[in-house]
């Protein structure tokens, strides 16, 4: 099948993969402005199978079903060279098969990047409360995602996320969705460089979950952000950018150190 994506840059491939319901534009909106000014990144931004442009044809039916089509993907971004390295960054349901990929194909990935990732234990579940604004603005579904509901994110929901809603295929997310659990084993411990951003008033994921990755992956940094929800990469796109730049330091570090052992590795340079 075919996924459809939009690109930026040439160099090593950072997969960015959106959550459920949107499509490639908003984590294109989040996450370009913090990688745009990192020099040899090839960023790509993919729908997910039955958002966006990309189909989900009949015979994808589960979670894993999903997991296996993004990894084809990323082996044809990598057609040219089949053993290349890539970066992995997953916000939502795109943590979810971003994590489970890392785990089947770690010596593709140099580094792994979880935004308020979805996760199967999810736990501790805080209530949904606005820290800015008054709460009245937007629509149902921007004052239940926003924890920051102020004119500016509304035009940044309005932009980036609401026009996908017409693109979702409801009846393919419904199928996958019965199955959405994937097999045991996605959770491998990845031993690469990873970084785990979670908002503290998350009410779709929380955050508890995301900090017990800690104690899993022996190269994981956390950060749990006050006053940020599971829009996170739309309230505190800053922050997420300073995380990002340091995920890649480390990413650079742990490449540097493969070479020096003589592992064939591509360069990765923060501008």
Do not use: K
Request: proline share 7%; aromatic share 6%; net charge negative.
């Amino acid at each position: 099948m075919v996924v459809h994506c939009v690109e930026h840059g040439t160099g090593r491939p950072v997969l960015v993969l959106h959550g459920a319901g949107v499509d490639h534009r908003e984590a294109e909106a989040c996450f370009e402005p913090a990688l745009d000014g990192v020099a040899g990144l090839r960023r790509v931004y993919p729908d997910l199978p039955g958002m966006g442009r990309t189909a989900a044809p009949a015979t994808l039916r589960s979670a894993d079903d999903v997991v296996d089509t993004l990894l084809r993907f990323a082996d044809e971004v990598t057609a040219g060279a089949p053993d290349a390295e890539y970066l992995l960054v997953g916000h939502s349901a795109g943590a979810y098969f971003a994590q489970a990929m890392a785990a089947r194909r770690p010596e593709r990935v140099a580094g792994l990047a979880l935004v308020c990732p979805l996760l199967p234990r999810v736990r501790e579940v805080p209530d949904h409360r606005v820290v800015a604004g008054s709460g009245e603005i937007g629509d149902e579904v921007f004052r239940s995602y926003f924890v920051i509901q102020t004119p500016d994110m509304l035009e940044r929901y309005r932009r980036h996320v609401e026009p996908a809603a017409a693109l979702v295929d409801e009846a393919a997310l419904e199928r996958i969705g019965e199955r959405w659990a994937l097999t045991p084993g996605h959770e491998r411990a990845y031993p690469g460089p990873i970084l785990v951003v979670a908002g503290r008033l998350d009410s779709t994921v929380g955050y508890a979950a995301a900090v017990d990755l800690v104690h899993h992956y022996p190269h994981a940094s956390l950060a749990v952000v006050d006053d940020a929800g599971h829009a996170l990469p739309h309230e505190q796109p800053e922050l997420l950018r300073a995380l990002l730049a340091d995920w890649l330091i480390r990413v650079e570090r742990s490449a540097a150190a493969s070479r020096a052992d003589g592992e064939p590795s591509t360069r990765t340079e923060p501008s």
